[in-house]
């Protein structure tokens, strides 16, 4: 099995498992940063290819008024590994309700 059907196959496993519990409405609350780690299968069209990637953002809520506190903010890093290793560095924003 090739690694990039494996990385495919662990994504999938992964992707299926609860990752977090819904709260009640008034139970809600929000985390002050979050660290998130993705991994995934992508086809690159240009390239007549597809590869493995992993994807990796670090986010911080904001504090203040109660629209700001639903405001995170931070970066992301994602690196495709085929042939040619791809590296992307992004600006996040979220919203959360």
Known sequence: MKSSSILCLISIMLASLPFFVKAEKEDQHHHKRELGLSLSHV????????????????????????????????????TIFADHTHHSLMATVTFSQ
């Not at 690159?44 to 493995?52: D, R, V």
């Not at 504090?63 to 700001?68: C, K, T």
């Open 43 to 78: 086809r690159l069209k240009a390239e007549k290819e597809s590869a493995p990637s992993v994807h990796l953002h670090l986010l911080k809520r904001l504090d203040g008024s109660e629209f700001l506190e639903r405001l995170g903010v931070g970066l992301g890093f994602e």
